[in-house]
């Protein structure tokens, strides 16, 4: 048996703001020294937080995935998204709410549901794609982050084209850039008038969600629409119930979180990874010209979230009682993390990692604590299939109009925005027409 230390695993012994400072600004190499140093477990200590554990060893996160929910509570350690959220969201509740919320969400996720999307999807990511330059410098994740921002709107939301989808767009898309700031994790910065602003957006918001949800309840086939939406009105409590206007509020904040800025930094990282790695383009682009099957698009989307995690860590699981985990025995209040990018990472796991090469996962699937971009366990993203399929799409659209190549001069870094990893640059990338398919010119 591991013998049991009471101490937390050791950690830089900086101040917490210059802690808090490196994680936010220098995540990463921050990451990459605490290994270095302390090895696959270290504790970080921020501004405002509980101490946090980061683990990276696979056996370790198994053991934290698979704790009862009663021992660890990821939903206290995302607190901090409540104001954008919502306190009904699923994000942030435990033990049977989580299980009863999570339960409601899952049917609009399953296999039948994501293929009736799939035409909504093309048509909005067609007509958003289209309007990219192509032959010259273009900044990719900004334009991403819009088609994300649409797709949410039309497949989760359900809106219409018009004023209130305008107006909807126009309000969170300002809500959630000023999210990203880092004035937005730390609770005691939440106030003045930028605050209050954002509040406001909210509360503006929120009315119009409270009006399309009246309007879709008061719809004869209100509930047999495909959006997501639709099923979370047709879903009901385990006493017959429906959800109430706040839980459903809540519930689509949480997705539009989940899947808007995460897919887009995602999309962003893997056009920035094919526009330097030529050899990788060249055999995606030929399986998508003879539309013979998917595996190898599969595959690059699997080292994509391997090689650059936009969530470089799971969500962190509070310790609400004493757990050994590794041989550790830590007490209450305690954050454990398990690392993403670390294990990723690892060349023990991924040999040669810092490599990009999409034939690891053509052979064999992405392990289950080896491959954690959407976390794991009961807690694993629910709208990871949402994502892939939208990803799938995306870069379907793109690559049969146009092959990535790199910007010049421009490396690409990444930076943090509120909990995810996005280009530093952003991602900008030469699309260059691709002339297939061109009938010759007659003499």
């Given at each position: 048996m591991p013998r049991t230390v009471a101490l937390l695993p050791p950690g830089p012994k900086s101040p917490r703001a210059v802690q808090t400072l490196a994680w936010w600004t220098r995540s990463v190499p921050l990451y990459e020294r605490c290994r270095a140093r302390y090895g696959?477990?270290?504790?970080?200590?921020?501004?405002?937080?509980?101490?946090?554990?980061?683990?990276s060893d696979p056996a370790e996160v198994k053991e934290v995935f698979t704790a009862p929910p009663e021992v660890l509570h990821p939903g206290e350690g995302a607190r901090v998204l409540e104001p954008v959220v919502g306190a009904n969201s699923v994000i942030l509740l435990d033990e049977r709410p989580h299980l009863s919320q999570r339960k409601l969400m899952l049917p609009a996720f399953h296999g039948e549901r994501m293929e009736a999307l799939t035409g909504l999807l093309e048509d909005v990511t067609e007509r958003?794609?289209?309007?990219?330059?192509?032959?010259?410098?273009?900044?990719?994740?900004?334009?991403?982050?819009q088609l994300t921002?649409?797709?949410?709107?039309?497949?989760?939301?359900?809106?219409?084209?018009?004023?209130?989808?305008?107006?909807?767009?126009?309000?969170?898309?300002?809500?959630?850039?000023?999210?990203?700031?880092p004035g937005s994790m730390l609770p005691f910065l939440q106030r003045g008038r930028p605050w209050e602003e954002f509040m406001r957006r909210r509360d503006e918001t929120d009315a119009l969600l409270f009006e399309l949800i009246d309007e879709r309840r008061a719809e004869p086939n209100g509930e047999e629409?495909?959006?997501?939406?639709?099923?979370?009105?047709?879903?009901?409590?385990?006493?017959?119930?429906?959800?109430?206007?706040?839980?459903?509020?809540?519930?689509?904040?949480?997705?539009?979180?989940?899947?808007?800025?995460?897919?887009a930094s995602e999309l962003a990282w893997a056009f920035e990874r094919l526009a330097r790695t030529p050899d990788v383009t060249r055999r995606l682009l030929a399986e998508i010209?003879?539309?013979?099957?998917?595996?190898?698009?599969?595959?690059?989307?699997?080292?994509?979230?391997r090689r650059r995690p936009v969530i470089p860590n799971a969500a962190p699981r509070l310790t609400m009682e004493p757990v050994e985990v590794g041989g550790f025995r830590y007490p209450e209040g305690v954050c454990l993390i398990p690392n993403a990018y670390l294990i990723h990472h690892d060349p023990e796991i991924y040999p040669d990692p810092y490599a990009f090469r999409p034939e690891r996962f053509l052979d064999e699937s992405p392990g289950t604590y080896t491959?954690?971009?959407?976390?794991?366990?009961?807690?694993?993203?629910?709208?990871?299939?949402f994502a892939l399929l939208e990803m799938k799409i995306v870069l379907r659209a793109v690559l049969s109009r146009a092959e990535p190549a790199p910007a010049p001069d421009l490396t690409e870094g990444s930076r943090r925005r509120a909990i995810t990893l996005s280009p530093r640059r952003s991602a900008v990338t030469v699309l260059r027409s691709r002339a297939r398919d061109r009938a010759p010119v007659a003499a």
């Open positions: 696959k477990r270290f504790t970080l200590r921020l501004l405002q937080a509980p101490p946090s554990v980061h683990l958003e794609v289209g309007a990219w330059p192509t032959d010259r410098p273009v900044a990719l994740h900004p334009r991403l982050q921002m649409e797709v949410i709107l039309r497949a989760v939301f359900g809106l219409d084209p018009g004023s209130r989808l305008d107006t909807i767009r126009e309000r969170l898309t300002k809500n959630l850039e000023m999210g990203a700031k629409r495909d959006d997501v939406l639709a099923m979370l009105l047709a879903a009901r409590h385990e006493d017959g119930s429906p959800m109430s206007k706040q839980e459903l509020r809540d519930e689509l904040m949480t997705l539009l979180v989940a899947g808007h800025e995460t897919t010209d003879s539309g013979d099957g998917d595996a190898y698009l599969t595959a690059t989307l699997h080292e994509t979230l491959w954690i971009p959407f976390g794991g366990g009961r807690r694993r993203c629910l709208g990871a299939s």
